[in-house]
């Protein structure tokens, strides 16, 4: 990285002797003494299932009901009541698959050889199975086992709560269907191909005690599986069981190395091994949709299959554009909509095709096939051509550049860690780190923008000070529907679960208003290229000075607001408007990437918009 310069690692980052955070985490209201819980049992409930994994056999997911319940999360706060709260049976049904309504025993491993060792030797020939709200690699047998990848700690501080709340809210459940024989006949004869009408579905989520909307969004997610779910949930308790197979620290990281080889081995058969790199943690969608020009070449086939599909948001949406009554990007629609198009077997020659044209443009995607389920993409800045630019390009050529961009779909928590020390050893060649990704708003609304420029990160305790090259000058003009709040502070926590009110109070009193889970452990590994040790704990770091080695930003929107239980993509998704937070973020990176390479190239026929000089000159950026 060419932040590790002989003058980067002299230079010492500013260091508090006091921690900026542990030191409030002592105070009474935050350990639960003063009747409400806090850290401290979350830290409890995280040291149950640690070291309950530990074990060389299952173990039940009922052990770990009471520490989930003690530790009163904000995103089940239903948990201990009798109602189901479908809330939370929403979230965790989207980040874990279909086939856990099946499922009695979870095995979790670091490599297809642990799961080998333990006598899965057939794992690979299992039903590949996904789950809509997180990238994990799942192996269904078809019968009651479900195996998962586990690429870092935080898939297990990810993963363990969530499969909790499931089993929770299903007995719940349960418990209702037993308690009232009426409902579970009516159930029977459901699962059986009676037919029900509306107001017949109507009284069955009364008796379930399920909120209408709720109800409804229950039967969107499971489709025409409802009835025959219910009849499991009426048959049986869900009795879960886990089995930790083994896992080192190294283990991690070594399936890291694994993700990473395909691209390394393409850049050494392409000699591109020293060329300069601009790594950006977003998804691989959006960058290479403003890029390629795909979608716009296909307009007319993807205005008509919204019209043919009526989708419910798309259609509307279309029908004002072309009335001119909405301010929104026709740009931003296509893209939404070639999500879908080239979706499905039946599109498998389109998708062909698609590849052809985004490779011939220097594109080049890699699929993982490990652990860390991370798609991998690798531009090379010389092949695009700027007339499929999208329109809020205009005015760049890159095409004198002999730079990458290495785009990766946002990992979870630690494993952005590992991934970062990974290309860091990798290459020394880094000119900037883009980081864009989802995260929950103590103060904003869904769809909103935040930059934060302070992070305090749970797992290491440190708190991180740094010059965020993005503002709201450079992002504002590209942002229709939402707000763009910069100057932000942000907490990196270690799952969406591990949070309760006491938390989140304490964070928003502490104007902590940003809760992601990947920019502090990007930010350790970034130190670990910097200086010559590895990252300390429990300090306050000021990393301000890394502004005159490397170009560094940060980008949230926001997905959640945990202060209000509905709003959170178990109970609602960014949907269509989601995509102008995420498009004005995209644009705003490749604007940023593009002037520096206009600069470095002593502007080689390339303009740099004048907005773009003027985010320089803030930035004190020097090349």
Request: aromatic share 10%; with cysteine.
């Given at each position: 990285m060419?932040?590790?310069?002989?003058?980067?690692?002299?230079?010492?980052?500013?260091?508090?002797?006091?921690?900026?955070?542990?030191?409030?985490?002592?105070?009474?209201?935050?350990?639960?003494?003063?009747?409400?819980?806090?850290?401290?049992?979350?830290?409890?409930?995280?040291?149950?299932?640690?070291?309950?994994?530990?074990?060389?056999?299952?173990?039940?997911?009922?052990?770990?009901?009471?520490?989930?319940?003690?530790?009163?999360?904000s995103?089940?706060?239903?948990?201990?009541?009798?109602?189901?709260?479908?809330?939370?049976?929403?979230?965790?049904?989207?980040?874990?698959?279909?086939?856990?309504?099946?499922?009695?025993?979870?095995?979790?491993?670091?490599?297809?050889?642990?799961?080998?060792?333990?006598?899965?030797?057939?794992?690979?020939?299992?039903?590949?199975?996904?789950?809509?709200?997180?990238?994990?690699?799942?192996?269904?047998?078809?019968?009651?086992?479900?195996?998962?990848?586990?690429?870092?700690?935080?898939?297990?501080?990810?993963?363990i709560?969530?499969?909790?709340?499931?089993?929770?809210?299903?007995?719940?459940?349960h418990?209702?269907?037993?308690?009232?024989?009426?409902?579970?006949?009516t159930?029977?004869?459901?699962?059986?191909?009676?037919?029900?009408?509306s107001?017949?579905?109507?009284?069955?989520?009364?008796q379930?005690?399920?909120?209408?909307?709720?109800?409804?969004?229950?039967?969107?997610?499971?489709?025409?599986?409802?009835?025959?779910?219910?009849?499991?949930?009426?048959?049986?308790?869900?009795?879960?069981?886990?089995?930790?197979?083994?896992g080192?620290y190294?283990?991690?990281?070594?399936?890291?190395?694994?993700?990473?080889?395909?691209?390394?081995?393409?850049?050494?058969?392409g000699?591109?091994?020293?060329?300069?790199?601009?790594?950006?943690?977003?998804?691989?969608?959006?960058?290479?949709?403003?890029?390629?020009?795909?979608?716009?070449?296909?307009?007319?086939?993807?205005?008509?299959?919204?019209?043919?599909?009526?989708?419910?948001?798309?259609l509307?949406?279309?029908?004002?554009?072309?009335?001119?009554?909405?301010?929104?990007?026709?740009?931003?629609?296509?893209?939404?909509?070639?999500?879908?198009?080239?979706?499905?077997?039946q599109?498998?020659?389109?998708?062909?095709e698609?590849?052809?044209?985004?490779e011939?443009?220097?594109?080049?995607?890699f699929?993982?096939?490990?652990?860390?389920?991370v798609?991998?993409?690798?531009?090379?800045?010389?092949?695009?051509?700027?007339?499929s630019?999208d329109?809020?390009?205009?005015?760049?050529?890159?095409?004198?550049?002999?730079?990458?961009?290495?785009?990766?779909?946002?990992?979870l928590?630690?494993?952005?860690?590992?991934?970062?020390?990974?290309?860091?050893?990798?290459?020394?060649?880094?000119?900037?780190?883009?980081?864009?990704?989802?995260?929950?708003?103590?103060?904003?609304r869904?769809?909103?923008?935040?930059?934060?420029?302070v992070?305090?990160?749970?797992?290491?305790?440190?708190?991180y000070?740094?010059?965020?090259?993005?503002?709201?000058?450079v992002?504002?003009?590209?942002?229709?529907?939402?707000?763009?709040?910069?100057?932000?502070?942000?907490?990196?926590?270690?799952?969406t679960?591990l949070?309760?009110?006491?938390?989140?109070?304490?964070?928003?009193?502490?104007?902590?208003?940003?809760?992601e889970?990947?920019?502090?452990?990007?930010?350790?590994?970034?130190?670990?290229?910097?200086?010559?040790?590895?990252?300390?704990?429990?300090?306050?770091?000021?990393?301000?000075?890394?502004?005159?080695?490397?170009?560094?930003?940060?980008?949230?929107?926001?997905?959640?607001?945990?202060?209000?239980?509905?709003?959170?993509?178990?109970?609602?998704?960014?949907?269509?408007?989601?995509?102008?937070?995420?498009?004005?973020?995209?644009?705003?990176?490749?604007?940023r990437?593009?002037?520096?390479?206009?600069d470095?190239?002593g502007?080689?026929?390339?303009?740099?918009?004048?907005?773009?000089?003027?985010?320089?000159?803030?930035?004190?950026?020097?090349?």
């Amino acid at each position: 990285m060419e932040a590790g310069s002989d003058q980067a690692k002299r230079e010492r980052p500013t260091q508090v002797a006091e921690p900026f955070i542990e030191s409030r985490w002592r105070s009474d209201a935050m350990d639960g003494t003063q009747g409400r819980p806090g850290k401290r049992e979350v830290d409890l409930y995280v040291r149950t299932y640690m070291t309950l994994l530990e074990s060389s056999g299952a173990v039940a997911v009922s052990s770990l009901e009471p520490a989930h319940l003690t530790a009163a999360s904000s995103l089940h706060a239903g948990a201990a009541e009798e109602a189901p709260d479908m809330s939370a049976f929403l979230y965790s049904a989207q980040r874990i698959p279909a086939c856990m309504i099946h499922v009695r025993h979870v095995v979790l491993g670091q490599s297809h050889r642990a799961f080998r060792q333990a006598g899965l030797n057939d794992l690979e020939e299992w039903e590949a199975v996904s789950a809509p709200g997180r990238r994990r690699r799942w192996h269904f047998d078809g019968w009651e086992t479900l195996a998962a990848y586990i690429a870092s700690a935080s898939d297990l501080d990810d993963l363990i709560p969530s499969i909790v709340a499931y089993q929770l809210e299903w007995n719940k459940l349960h418990r209702l269907i037993e308690a009232d024989p009426s409902l579970k006949t009516t159930i029977d004869g459901l699962v059986a191909g009676a037919i029900p009408d509306s107001a017949e579905r109507d009284r069955i989520g009364e008796q379930l005690s399920i909120a209408p909307s709720d109800w409804a969004r229950l039967q969107v997610v499971w489709g025409t599986e409802v009835w025959s779910n219910l009849g499991k949930i009426a048959a049986d308790r869900k009795r879960i069981d886990l089995r930790m197979l083994g896992g080192t620290y190294l283990g991690y990281a070594r399936s890291t190395r694994g993700w990473w080889r395909p691209v390394n081995l393409m850049l050494m058969d392409g000699r591109m091994v020293d060329r300069p790199i601009y790594f950006v943690s977003s998804n691989t969608h959006s960058v290479v949709n403003v890029l390629s020009g795909v979608a716009p070449r296909r307009k007319d086939s993807l205005t008509g299959f919204i019209r043919e599909t009526k989708h419910p948001e798309l259609l509307p949406e279309l029908e004002k554009l072309e009335a001119g009554a909405t301010r929104s990007s026709w740009d931003n629609l296509l893209y939404f909509a070639a999500r879908h198009f080239f979706h499905g077997a039946q599109r498998s020659a389109e998708r062909q095709e698609r590849q052809r044209e985004e490779e011939a443009q220097g594109i080049h995607h890699f699929e993982p096939t490990g652990a860390v389920d991370v798609g991998i993409q690798v531009i090379e800045l010389a092949k695009l051509d700027p007339a499929s630019f999208d329109s809020r390009l205009e005015g760049f050529d890159p095409r004198g550049s002999d730079a990458l961009i290495v785009n990766i779909n946002y990992p979870l928590g630690l494993t952005a860690y590992h991934i970062m020390s990974q290309i860091g050893v990798a290459t020394d060649q880094i000119r900037g780190i883009y980081i864009l990704g989802k995260a929950a708003t103590l103060n904003g609304r869904i769809g909103d923008i935040m930059m934060a420029n302070v992070v305090y990160d749970e797992h290491s305790g440190n708190t991180y000070w740094f010059d965020n090259i993005f503002d709201y000058e450079v992002v504002s003009p590209w942002l229709l529907f939402g707000a763009a709040l910069d100057n932000q502070k942000a907490v990196t926590v270690k799952g969406t679960f591990l949070q309760n009110q006491g938390y989140l109070d304490f964070y928003y009193r502490e104007n902590y208003t940003v809760v992601e889970m990947e920019a502090g452990p990007y930010l350790s590994a970034i130190y670990e290229d910097v200086f010559l040790e590895r990252h300390p704990t429990d300090q306050a770091i000021n990393l301000t000075p890394l502004a005159r080695h490397l170009d560094l930003g940060i980008i949230h929107y926001a997905s959640d607001t945990p202060y209000t239980r509905a709003q959170t993509l178990g109970a609602r998704g960014l949907s269509y408007y989601g995509m102008d937070s995420t498009y004005a973020s995209t644009i705003a990176i490749l604007r940023r990437i593009f002037a520096l390479e206009a600069d470095l190239m002593g502007n080689n026929g390339a303009s740099i918009p004048e907005s773009n000089r003027l985010a320089q000159t803030r930035s004190g950026h020097r090349g």
